[in-house]
C-alpha cells in the first residue's frame, strides 16, 4: 500500500497555506489512483493468467498507461513544492517522463518511429505468472492493436526469486528514435520510497513548526447527489 491510512497527506493542517495545501491533497489522491491502476492491473493479468476472464486487452493497458500518466502527474505536482536540492527525490521516477511523452504525442510518434519500427502503436505489456500449483512459471506477452510484425523480443528474468504471482510488469513503447522499456513492478516500488521520503520531510517540517494534524475524512472526495423528483 503506497499510503497508510494514518499518512500525513490525509491529516493535513489546518494551518498550511490553502494552495499547498490543495497540491499536497492532489499529491494525495494521484498517488491512491495510482495505486487502484497497479492493483487493478495485477488483479486482470492474474485472472487472464488464470484464464478466468474473456481476453480485454484494452482493459489492461488502459491500466498500464494510467499508471504512467499519474506518475508523471505525481512528479509535475511535486515540483509544485519548494526544494533544497530541486527534487532530487523524484529522480527515480524520471524516466517515466519519455513513455508519457509517448502516450501524450502518439499521432506523432507513428510517423517518427512506431512504423518504422513495427511497433504496437500501444506498446506491449509482458508479465510472468509464477504458477502456485505447479510452481512453473508463464510468460505472457500482450500486443496492442493489428499485430503486424513477426517477431517479438524480451528478457528472460531470473525465476527462482519471484515472491507475487504475477511479477516483472514491463510496458513497451518507444520514444522518438528508439524502444523503450520500464518495469512498472520497479515503478511501483521507487513511488513506495519517494513517498516515504515525501511525507518523512513533511512531517519533520510541520513539526518544527509546532503545526497540528487534522483528520480531512469528512472534507475530502466527496459525492453530490442532486434529485429532481417528478411531482404527481
Known amino acids: 500500500m503506497l499510503l497508510k491510512p494514518e499518512s500525513i497527506l490525509k491529516f493535513l493542517p489546518k494551518e498550511i497555506e490553502l494552495k499547498q495545501r490543495l497540491i499536497f491533497d492532489s499529491i494525495r489522491f494521484t498517488i491512491e489512483m495510482i495505486e487502484c491502476s497497479f492493483f487493478e492491473l495485477n488483479m486482470n493479468l492474474e485472472k487472464l493468467a488464470l484464464r478466468r476472464t474473456k481476453r480485454n486487452l484494452p482493459q489492461i493497458f488502459l491500466y498500464a498507461w494510467s499508471i504512467i500518466d499519474n506518475v508523471k502527474r505525481f512528479i509535475a505536482l511535486n515540483k509544485k513544492l519548494p526544494s533544497k536540492d530541486e527534487h532530487s527525490y523524484l529522480n527515480s521516477l524520471r524516466k517515466v517522463v519519455e513513455f508519457r511523452n509517448t502516450f501524450q504525442h502518439l499521432d506523432e510518434r507513428i510517423d517518427e518511429v512506431l512504423f518504422l519500427q513495427q511497433a504496437p502503436f500501444y506498446g506491449a505489456l509482458v508479465w510472468e505468472y509464477k504458477n502456485q500449483a505447479t510452481n512453473g512459471v508463464e510468460i505472457f506477452i500482450a500486443l496492442s492493436g493489428i499485430r ?22 514491463r510496458l513497451e513503447s518507444v520514444n522518438k528514435k528508439n524502444k523503450i522499456i520500464i518495469n512498472l513492478n520497479e515503478l511501483y516500488r521507487a513511488l513506495f520510497s519517494v513517498i516515504e521520503f515525501l511525507e518523512k520531510d513533511l512531517k519533520n517540517q510541520l513539526s518544527s513548526m509546532n503545526l497540528n494534524s487534522f483528520d480531512w475524512k469528512d472534507h475530502r472526495d466527496n459525492l453530490l447527489i442532486i434529485k429532481n423528483e417528478k411531482k404527481n
Open 148 to 169: 503486424y510484425s513477426k517477431t517479438h523480443e524480451f528478457k528472460v528474468t531470473e525465476y527462482k526469486n519471484l515472491e507475487h504471482p504475477i511479477n516483472n510488469i
